[in-house]
């Protein structure tokens, strides 16, 4: 029997929001509770805020009749979403266990999760991670991200957002170009080969960068479909996390694209940059925007990610075709508060046609 780390993070105040469902989850799966080990990192507080770890304490307490083996790790400053999570998985590699499974703060565990995971991992070593279905809460007959899309230009977004669990037809396993950070489980020895999640990501594609790294090195990344997470999902629109989604995105488009494919999206890639600005200048972002080019204006930023590059490029089997054609052609909105008629009837049809046109010229590395 395969060991099984349930890694859940929490901060702040929410462990008082989510810790009741989230421990009824974990009490209710249906894995052999002796193979899971059940690890809450509390990834410190705001300055002005007392510590929810004698909480957390108490409700654990609480439940242990129903708990597998738990562990409670307080850290004394806030590592961030990849650093606490990252702590997680160097304990798990640390302590022998085969797999580690992320939680989501806000979520918690359908009675199948874990066992599917398993099950659908120990059947093909070539899996490297593998998600759940991930649905909304409480609309739980409603999916969150049935696995994640990953555009050509660098944009990710959750697949089947919205849509009926039972109104869609999906396979019991889904290839997917990178699975959702949300309810991901990975192998504690491909997390020793190829190296943690990225911190320099800072917020926002740490998951997409993982996948792909596992992709180029000829693994597969899939949804599990008897998988179930429920996830307490809530839209924001803050304008600081633009800087972070778009610098990123230029990271990932320089890690994992060889020279040739850059130099053949570059023109989309500028038609898609002067409609940002647009939209920019009419979401009230501009100022992030011009961030992002102010850092990759300097020198110092290119040398940083080319030296991951480096690394990337030499562990990669999968060629540039394959790895475009697991990406999509088009952008679809997730709110109908961003929704842009601009996008959906002019640029999405003309991505289209190029993504078609470049899925078939490109053949190398």
């Given at each position: 029997?395969?060991?099984?780390?349930?890694?859940?993070?929490?901060?702040?105040?929410?462990?008082m929001?989510?810790?009741?469902d989230?421990?009824?989850?974990?009490a209710?799966?249906?894995?052999?509770?002796?193979?899971?080990?059940?690890?809450?990192?509390?990834?410190?507080?705001?300055p002005?805020?007392?510590s929810?770890?004698?909480?957390?304490?108490?409700?654990i307490?609480?439940?242990?009749?129903?708990?597998?083996?738990?562990?409670?790790?307080?850290?004394?400053?806030?590592?961030?979403?990849?650093?606490?999570?990252?702590?997680?998985?160097?304990?798990?590699?640390?302590?022998?266990?085969?797999?580690?499974?992320?939680?989501?703060?806000?979520?918690?565990?359908?009675?199948?999760?874990?066992?599917?995971l398993?099950?659908?991992?120990?059947?093909?070593?070539?899996?490297?991670?593998?998600?759940?279905?991930?649905?909304?809460?409480?609309?739980?007959?409603?999916i969150?991200?049935?696995g994640?899309?990953?555009?050509?230009l660098?944009?990710?977004?959750?697949?089947?957002?919205k849509?009926?669990?039972?109104?869609?037809?999906l396979?019991?396993?889904?290839d997917?170009?990178?699975?959702?950070?949300?309810?991901?489980?990975?192998?504690?020895d491909?997390?020793?080969k190829?190296?943690?999640?990225d911190?320099?990501?800072?917020?926002?594609?740490?998951?997409?960068?993982?996948?792909?790294?596992?992709?180029?090195?000829?693994?597969?990344?899939?949804?599990?479909?008897?998988?179930?997470?429920?996830?307490k999902?809530e839209?924001?629109?803050?304008?600081s996390?633009?800087?972070?989604?778009?610098?990123?995105?230029?990271?990932?488009?320089?890690?994992?694209?060889s020279?040739p494919?850059?130099?053949?999206?570059?023109?989309?890639?500028i038609?898609?940059?002067?409609?940002?600005?647009?939209?920019?200048w009419?979401?009230?972002?501009?100022?992030?925007?011009?961030?992002?080019?102010?850092?990759?204006?300097?020198?110092?930023s290119?040398k940083?990610?080319?030296?991951?590059r480096?690394?990337?490029?030499?562990?990669r089997?999968?060629?540039?075709r394959?790895?475009l054609r697991?990406?999509?052609?088009v952008?679809?909105?997730?709110?109908a508060?961003?929704?842009?008629?601009v996008?959906?009837?002019?640029?999405?049809?003309?991505m289209?046609?190029?993504?078609?046109?470049?899925?078939?010229?490109?053949?190398?590395?």
């Open positions: 029997m395969k060991k099984v780390v349930i890694m859940y993070l929490l901060w702040s105040n929410e462990p929001r989510y810790l009741t989230a421990i009824r989850g974990v209710a799966q249906s894995y052999p509770r002796e193979g899971l080990e059940f690890l809450i990192v509390y990834n410190s507080h705001k002005d805020e007392p929810a770890v004698p909480y957390i304490r108490s409700e307490e609480k439940n242990s009749a129903h708990l597998p083996h738990t562990t409670i790790i307080e850290n004394d400053k806030n590592l961030g979403f990849s650093g606490g999570n990252n702590f997680g998985m160097r304990w798990a590699v640390e302590h022998g266990f085969d797999y580690v499974f992320l939680h989501n703060g806000d979520g918690y565990l359908g009675e199948n999760c874990v066992k599917a398993v099950e659908v991992m120990d059947a093909d070593p070539k899996i490297g991670a593998a998600q759940s279905l991930v649905l909304l809460h409480p609309a739980v007959d409603s969150n991200s049935a994640n899309c990953l555009h050509f660098g944009f990710g977004y959750c697949d089947f957002y849509k009926k669990k039972n109104e869609v037809v396979p019991a396993v889904k997917v170009a990178y699975a959702s950070g949300a309810a991901i489980m990975m192998r504690t491909l997390l020793q190829f190296g943690y999640w911190e320099d990501y800072f917020m926002y594609h740490e998951d997409t960068d993982y996948s792909l790294r596992l992709f180029t090195a000829g693994y597969r990344n899939v949804m599990v479909k008897a998988s179930e997470f429920f996830h999902y839209f924001s629109k803050s304008i996390k633009y800087f972070w989604m778009e610098r990123n995105r230029y990271a990932i488009l320089l890690l994992f694209f020279c494919t850059l130099i053949l999206i570059l023109p989309m890639f038609v898609m940059e002067i409609a940002l600005w647009f939209f920019a009419r979401g009230g972002w501009v100022g992030e925007k011009w961030k992002v080019y102010k850092y990759w204006l300097k020198w110092g290119w940083f990610w080319l030296v991951k480096r690394k990337l490029m030499a562990d089997v999968t060629s540039d394959k790895l697991a990406m999509v052609a952008i679809k909105f997730q709110e508060a961003i929704e842009n008629p996008l959906k009837y002019i640029g999405n049809p003309v289209f046609v190029y993504y078609w046109l470049l899925s078939r010229v490109v053949v190398w590395w």
